[in-house]
């Protein structure tokens, strides 16, 4: 039998870092693969892509093209131009809801979104709904995170026409029905537009299976480099929306009085692009498909199994959301009775432990928990049951620490 590898000596932080990174949620370390893929693109491809007709430039054009090709396959969209390269999830979100949104939205209209959303998939909808006259309705969810049948159907009708949810919650890291959800809102003619931020990560994704309209991520989140993003969206419908941002390297021609834009995907991606974070993501992707979703999900699980039957046992402790495991995608957000998240998370980081600590851009979902502020631990398969260990010694030692008795 194969000896599975050690994914750590794979990243040159985590060889040299001495805390126990458990702040993946917010952002992934990277492989070095990642970090060779970027520095080679500077080193010997560099040039502004799609501008120039000479061999640097066109180096640099193919590698931005053959990156758009290696996610159109890990999403296995339909159409390579389906794929739209942005800065980050937020940007992705942004582009629908100025560009779909603003278009084709009207007074009245409803925008579903559900009440674990990140800002990041609300604001642009709270934007949208103020400037067209539409109006949010949120789908209002258990304490473990599910979206119940009743909470679907009232929620996704016949005044539906946007649906914004997230794939897994970067606080509860609960998984949502998103195939039922699309099924759902097709019935009655709305789109979905799924965040992928915190699922992307860590499960294969079918856009086709799900029929997903829109659909976004990030590559810092996926071990791949900062200021990278994507947007994928039905051909149909990208093709029929207006550019979200305008200018350079996205039009056909231009004259005094006006511009013909560029077909997909080109027609979205304004600018100078980020060329050299796509190869990366692109490496990112090619090194994750290397170990494939099934080890990395069977490694994630048995971490938060660890984690939360550690965490459970302590007096005091509360996880918020699923009391299963496998229902939260690496994620382990708790409060503890008497301490503020802030103190919680200083005095793991003084015990050499990273996590995240606060209303974690999910404040809506917070006060409806009626916790307000939680501390996080997110795990990915490159952490290890020693560090669990630490995070769980550190957790049971806090109340003692803060001056509370047994
Ligand atoms: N959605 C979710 C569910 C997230 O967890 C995050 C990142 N915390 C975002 C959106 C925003 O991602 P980014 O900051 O990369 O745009």
Known sequence: MQMKRDYREDFPLLMQNETAYLDNAATAQR???????????????????MRGFYPLSLAATESYEEARKTVRDFLNAAHTEEIIFTRNTTESLNLVAYSYGLTNLKPGDEIAVSIMEHHSNLLPWQMTARMTGAKLHFLECEQDGTLTEETLTKGIHEGTKLVAVAQVSNVLGCQNPIEEICKRAHEVGAVVVVDAAQSAPHMPIDVQKLEADFLAFSGHKLLGPMGIGVLYGKRELLDAMPPFLTGGEMIESVTREGAVFAELPHKFEAGTVNAAGAAGLAAAIEYIQGIGFPEIMEKEEALTRQAMEGIAKLPHVKILGSERPENHTGIVAFTIEGVHPHDVSEILSSDGIDVRAGHHCAQPLLAYLGD?????ASFMFYNTPEEVERLIQSVASIRRRMGYGE
């Open 372 to 376: 307000n502020v939680a501390t996080r």
């Open 31 to 49: 492989p070095a693969c990642v970090i060779e893929r970027e520095k080679a693109f500077y080193e010997t491809e560099n040039a502004n892509p």
